[in-house]
């Protein structure tokens, strides 16, 4: 499909966590050299984006912009991927708050998580990958999505036993692999066109 067939899978949007706007602080530029930029997070895949505004345009935390394709773009000059440790302290204070929204307007899809969740070898589920899924938890899981597949969040803290907050630990493991690079699988982050 060519991207003048109107294909929205191609944009890449992210939402912002820090705005500076006198630019970046490592920047050795004289000032008046220097755009608006900040730190925004994919709301896709979670991946995390140094970026370049316009100066025209003055942007707030949790604003959503497109960061790809360039010829998509209208208040993003410029993108690229960092980590976690590159974030300023301001965008890594907010990047819980920005994961927690998207799950909660996402939340058909992270319920079709639980209800999908395939078995990774043959002793590590990807229920497992979850903090606080034990063995009992994710048999649990397993057994009452047999019955009929999950509608909400709240409807999985009715049926499972146990399971409180399946959406805090959803949270919970994107901030994991947000922050840690050594992570051997990886569920929720850097998955763009995987799913």
């Known amino acids: 499909m060519s991207d003048t067939d109107g294909d929205d899978a191609s944009v890449r949007r992210a939402v912002?966590?820090?705005?500076?706007?006198?630019?970046?602080s490592d920047d050795a530029?004289?000032?008046y050299e220097k755009s608006p930029a900040g730190?925004?997070?994919?709301?896709?895949?979670?991946?995390?984006?140094?970026?370049?505004?316009?100066?025209?345009?003055?942007?707030?935390?949790?604003?959503?912009?497109?960061?790809?394709?360039?010829?998509?773009r209208d208040v993003v000059l410029e993108s690229q991927e960092v980590e976690y440790e590159d974030l300023s302290s301001g965008a890594q204070s907010e990047l819980e708050y920005v994961?927690?929204?998207?799950?909660?307007?996402y939340e058909e899809r992270f319920v079709d998580f639980y209800n999908e969740a395939q078995?990774?070898?043959l002793r590590l589920h990807q229920?497992?990958?979850?903090?606080?899924?034990?063995?009992?938890?994710?048999?649990?899981?397993?057994?009452?999505?047999?019955?009929a597949p999950f509608e909400s969040f709240d409807e999985l803290s009715e049926r499972v036993s146990g399971l409180?907050?399946?959406?805090e630990i959803i949270v919970e493991r994107i901030l994991?692999?947000?922050?840690?690079?050594?992570l051997k699988y990886h569920t929720f982050v850097g998955r763009h066109g995987d799913q």
């Open 119 to 121: 078995p990774i070898t």
């Open 39 to 72: 730190y925004a997070l994919d709301v896709e895949d979670f991946t995390l984006y140094e970026v370049a505004f316009d100066e025209d345009e003055r942007l707030t935390i949790g604003s959503e912009v497109v960061v790809s394709p360039p010829g998509e």
């Open 16 to 24: 912002v966590l820090d705005y500076l706007a006198h630019g970046l």
């Open 127 to 147: 229920l497992n990958l979850l903090p606080g899924i034990g063995t009992k938890l994710r048999d649990g899981i397993l057994d009452e999505r047999k019955r």
């Open 164 to 167: 409180h907050d399946p959406d």
């Open 29 to 31: 530029r004289p000032q």
């Open 176 to 182: 994991e692999e947000l922050r840690d690079d050594d």
């Open 99 to 105: 994961v927690a929204d998207l799950v909660e307007e």
